[in-house]
């Protein structure tokens, strides 16, 4: 049986064939059931699943046929009243005894009338609170024992207060709760009773079932109507904040619509006076602008089509503001306008001269384009350019260099990070808030069509489910589809073919292999130890001097003291750390003589290292003396070449080989091929080849927190192990690189220019290169060539040969390839062998 409140179900009930007032005659002319001698009554009672009636209140029921049904109709017929049995959990289909609250309602119910499907419906009347005693009966319907519970209390004054708060607070819902009539406050202005007006009030209020269920188990007048006062504060709050957004949207309403009236006002005044309204004037300002703007034929008669849409529509329609904006791009792109190329190659050179040191081979090719351009200034193309390298070398700002050694505009965009495809091709215009892409947003702000583009980063950009990016750029960086690029905002074709663009990668590992291919790949190395000495002069040390307050002629730099920051302060290919270093020392030199404190006008190596600590970094030096099996490396890094020894040591074992020091899989497979190389020419080199099978070989490359691969340290491998196994010892002052295969052969490697700069800086005497590799050193100053005893090799024996002294060392003290094997103690036990470590 389930029912709504009475006050919202008045309209219902004038739906009834009886008038509500007969009904309600009906209900009162039932009488109360007559308790026992203990104030005990027996009834039916029906099952109330989600409804709470309460003592003197009236609401309607719907009755479903069944056990309720059958127990309303032995009331009517024995004219007497029944019990309503509240569930505790609504839930439940078929509930049980237990499954009642204690505190029941005595109720009258009215006539009977029967509903179009079948159910029933009646008015109740709620008499008295009642204690359910036990149940009589179960079946067919429900009967109950249950005691009257009296509530009544004398008023006193906590009481008359307590009553007053609760009809204030009642009122102010009323009168904000738009679903209750006025005539309930006055109702409960005339109930002098405590309990009845807590009853009333839970009634007439929308309270959740176990609220409902909460008081009508109170049995306290007092506690009911202090628990409803909690109940009415509560729902006030919510009522309030109900009218103050009903206030707002009202207001914003009215607000639109006196804006409205004020327009056509304005409009009408405007007409009469001959000046026309605001809207058309703007629209004939765009208009005015499209005509005055010099735009491609079909973007042209893209944007009148638009301005014409834009006329139809009312001044206040949502999609005005997006059409306007999509002209206003339109107009605001640069269509025709572009900056006159400055094509003096002298020039030019000098621009970048004036900024940059070395990176030889970037001029060169800028300095290409613009003789081609000064030859055919019509026909020549654009290059794409991709500098590649470490990073502080100088990529960013030499292209800043070149847009004003060509006189063009530079704008720059950064890729890294980006992982969306509309980041470069924009939204469409059906989303809200859709803009165009990157490229288009800078080719704005560039204001010409032909500026210097630099794509910054290029190597950074990401994939995930919105795109991939870097698909996007093969069509900007394509000179065959660019002239006509798609931004999905825009829809109209796009010329590109007259921006210079270049792009930054610090790898193309990671660049797809299409992207790469459209573009002019310029490796920028890392700057060697002699140009970053002469950036320092040029460019880093009067920049940190003047940035330091001080005056170029207060301090001077001596080359020993940048020296020693570049290899003890910075380990880097580029040269940003070390501008930090000087600007370190610039500063406190600063704040010495802010302080009027003696500073020092020159600047040595044993000043750099009171203000800047000890030194950070240490590089490898060449060994002090021959060793055996111990070879040493040259090697390529990004932060400039380094020496890299190799060191074998052979043992007592199984024929294992393990080597050490974080190598990569390619190093590993050189270490397996010098050692199956060996293994074959063991004749040749005078060793028993049954050896290998009783020792273990340990290949180690120090300082093993630094990560190493690559196949260039193959022959340096292969000197050492034949070093330990013959016991001749190397030559300290020969370094070596190149790939070995399996027939001993030497393949070339890459990176010789910095090989053999830090073959120089490390005291080395003699490099051994592949032969392939000769060409390479033409990159490498005259003064390191000259310092250096340059061999090309093309085969491992002639690496022995110039590596290996020819006979073995003799040495009293146990050596690595032949150590002693445990020998018996007098008691029986064995006696381990220590080698001696490599020295």
Known sequence: MRSDDWFSRQEDMEDFP????????ELYQIPDSEPDEFGIIECPAIAMRDMVVFPRMISPIFVTPGANLLAIQESQYNYQTLVGLVQQDPEIDDPKPKDFMKVGVEMAVGRLLTLPDGNNSALVQGRRRLEILEFTQKKPYFRVRARIIDDERPLDRNIEALMRTSRDLFERCVQLDRSLPEEAHLFSLNISEPGWLADMIATAISLPFNERQELLAMVDPVERLKRLNWLLAQELDVLQLEDDIHTRVQSEVDRSQREFYLREQMKAIQTELGEGDIWSREIEELKAKIDKAGLPKEVLATAQKEVERLAQMPAMSPEVGMLRAYIDWILDLPWTQETEDNLDVVHASQVLDQ???????????ILEYIAVRSLKPKKARQPILCFVGPPGTGKTSLGRSIAEALGRKFVRVSLGGVRDEAEIRGHRRTYIGALPGRILQTMRRAGTVNPLFM????DKLGTDFRGDPSSALLEVLDPEQNFAFSDHYLELPYDLSKVLFITTANTLMSIPPALVDRVEVIDFPGYIEEEKLEIARRFLIPRQVEESGLEISEITFLDKAVSKIIHEYTYEAGVRNLEREIGRVCRKVARLKSEHKHFPARITAATIERFLGPPQYFSLEAE???????ATAVAWTENGGEIMPVEVLIMDGKGNMQITGQIGEVMQESAQAALSYLKSRSQVLGINPEIYERLDVHIHIPEGAIPKDGPS???????????????RPVRREVGMTGEITLRGRVLQVGGVREKVLAAH????????????????????????????KIIPVTHMDQVLEAALHPEAVKTDKPRAAHAKKPREKENGKEEETHNPPLE
């Open 18 to 25: 009886a008038s509500l007032h007969q009904r309600t005659e």
């Open 355 to 365: 900024y940059h040191f070395g990176l030889g081979k970037a001029k060169d090719r």
């Open 455 to 458: 794509l910054d980063e290029i």
């Open 624 to 630: 002090m003396q021959d060793e055996v099996g111990v």
């Open 713 to 727: 340290a193959g022959i340096t491998i292969a000197t050492a192990l034949v070093s330990a196994f013959t016991e």
């Open 761 to 788: 800086r490390a005291g080395l005497k003699t490099v051994l290169l592949p032969e392939r590799n000769l060409k390479d050193l033409v990159d490498v100053p005259k003064k390191v060539k000259d310092s250096l």
